[in-house]
């Protein structure tokens, strides 16, 4: 769409209808709805005089499909009507123009419309009925006034005789006078309240319209920005953002974003807002209830949840992405579940590391025992040869005493070698007992294992049901909220017929009062001295 022009109107067709109201430069958009062929001068000089809040625009009567877009009909024009977002995201609200044309009252509508929306426009509305309701009460107090003042001179020109009549006339007048007064006074104050009631509104909503654009600034930092930096004054507004399903926040030490965390977060950017915390920022740090001591960690907020949940699992980017992906689809009792099953994941890994060790140490201490038998068999054979050669150099021809030193010699090396296989079966028998006890201990773990997760697939089941059940749940409370609305609305409408049809009493009470009184004072005007004088 071109840029708007001072004074310009834009000319709104079926064609252009799209770009004009996607325009969002100004925060109101102000539509005339008529049925002449050239713009108005009034239209053109409430656009020359608002142009810098307001995008103005002109709908003639041939565009039927807008027409019937904003529910007008030929009679009904022209009429002004004020388009404006509304707070729910994705919706606009429209506010109908109900005055004069008058080049003040048309801009002041649109000052109302854009300070505080339709809350502020209704306030505006009652504030002036209620202003010409006192209007016509004092003048129809100044008419009684004015009529009683006639009917005392009347009264007293005519000289009539019949003064209690003109007392109890009078009397009455000045009863209803003071009534009227009394109502008059009354309507003032409620004015009063009105209008400090008005001004409450648009000092809450000015407040609720500022926390809403500190919120939407928070928003669109989440969304432009792949990780962001959270500190203790946007942690609010990052724990309420419910852009995304689930929210990740990094606590750590490092000065920069952790090159896996910046990689979850543009693989996991349609279902999780990632944000990062500094070490420094110990006010946000006692919020989390997160010492500088066990950082990092990485806590998991979901939508509507205040308390986070502490990742425990395998710091992989495989991990991680499965466990967020995983969470997303099952909610909080998923999460739950996976934290527990890595940590059963992470003891089944100690416990096989510990096997491992235990199984490599048995194995060293079997090594050193072979090596320091191979040691004791060595020096044996050394002896063996050492009494060998002692024998050869001692007594060559000394059979029976060779025989002797040979016996003992095989005894001994028998001995040796009973000793040699006994230890080879004593390690043998560990080894294999070692064994036993890591395959038992691994098949332990692994029915653990398939029990924790028969039990996950279980929960995350029931969860699956019990999502189904909430869903079906805030369908009947959305149904019996809209009950509740088109029921609040009949009373509305009910009482304001009432309050409708009491006015219609009181103005027909008060037009029978003025009609009587004239009535009941005519008999005195009619005054008679002949008679007079023969009741004398």
Not at 259 to 272: F, I, P, S, V, Y
Not at 377 to 388: A, M, W, Y
Not at 405 to 412: I, L
Not at 459 to 466: S, T
Request: aromatic fraction near 4%; proline fraction near 3%; include cysteine.
């Amino acid at each position: 769409m071109a840029p708007q022009r001072s004074g310009e109107v834009q000319l709104v067709t079926s064609e252009n209808a799209e770009s004009f109201f996607s325009n969002t430069d100004k925060p109101l958009k102000a539509i005339l709805f008529t049925k002449k062929t050239e713009t108005p001068n009034l239209w053109l000089r409430v656009a020359e005089a608002q142009k810098e809040r307001c995008i103005f625009g002109e709908i003639r009567d041939g565009e039927t499909s807008l027409m019937g877009q904003f529910g007008m009909t030929e009679d009904v024009l022209p009429k002004v009507v004020a388009v404006r977002s509304s707070t729910i995201p994705g919706q606009v609200e429209r506010i109908v123009y109900d005055g004069p044309n008058d080049l003040e009252r048309i801009c002041e509508f649109l000052h109302d419309a854009i300070e505080g929306g339709p809350l502020v426009v209704e306030l505006r509305r009652e504030v002036q009925d209620l202003n010409r309701e006192l209007r016509g009460l004092r003048a129809e107090a100044q008419a009684q006034a004015d009529a009683v003042e006639a009917a005392r001179a009347e009264t007293a020109r005519a000289k009539l005789g019949q003064v209690g009549q003109v007392d109890a006339v009078r009397k009455r007048l000045e009863g209803e006078l003071a009534e009227v007064q009394a109502r008059e006074s009354s309507l003032t104050q409620r004015l009063a309240s009105l209008e400090e009631e008005h001004a409450a509104a648009v000092a809450g909503l000015t407040e609720e319209r500022d926390s809403m654009v500190r919120e939407v600034a928070a928003i669109k930092e989440v969304h432009e920005r792949a990780v962001v930096e959270i500190c203790a004054g946007n942690y609010p507004s990052f724990q309420r953002s419910t852009v995304r399903p689930l929210k990740a926040l990094l606590v750590t030490t490092k000065p920069d974003v952790p090159l896996l965390w910046q990689q979850l977060a543009e693989a996991q950017t349609l279902t999780t807002s990632f944000g990062i915390v500094r070490h420094t920022d110990a006010e946000l740090l006692a919020l989390l209830g997160t010492p500088v001591e066990t950082l990092p960690r990485i806590l998991l907020y979901a939508n509507g949840e205040e308390n986070p949940i502490v990742y425990s699992g395998i710091v992989t980017f495989e991990a991680i992405s499965s466990y967020l992906e995983e969470s997303v689809s099952g909610g909080e009792v998923c999460m739950d579940l996976r934290n527990r099953l890595d940590q059963a994941i992470m003891a089944e890994e100690a416990a096989r590391d510990e096997c491992a060790k235990v199984l490599k140490a048995a194995e060293a201490s079997a090594e050193e025992r072979d090596r320091t038998h191979g040691e004791e068999v060595r020096g044996l054979r050394d002896v063996i040869e050492s009494l060998k050669k002692q024998l050869k150099d001692a007594c060559a021809g000394a059979g029976e005493e060779l025989r002797g030193v040979r016996m003992d010699t095989e005894r001994r090396f028998a001995e040796a070698a009973a000793i040699n296989e006994g230890l080879k079966q004593q390690l043998l028998a560990e080894r294999a007992a070692t064994r036993q006890a890591v395959q038992e201990a691994v098949i332990r773990l692994e029915a653990d294992h398939r029990l924790e997760r028969s039990e996950w697939e279980e929960a995350l089941q029931g969860a699956e049901e019990v999502e189904s059940q909430i869903t079906a749940l805030t369908g009947a409370v959305r149904a019996t909220e809209k009950a509740v609305v088109r029921a609040a609305s009949a009373v509305h409408v009910t009482l304001v017929r009432s309050a409708r049809e009491n006015e219609r009493m009181r103005s027909s009470l008060s037009e029978f009062i003025s009609d009587v009184a004239p009535a009941q004072i005519e008999p005195s005007l009619a005054y008679d001295p002949a008679a007079a004088q023969r009741m004398a």
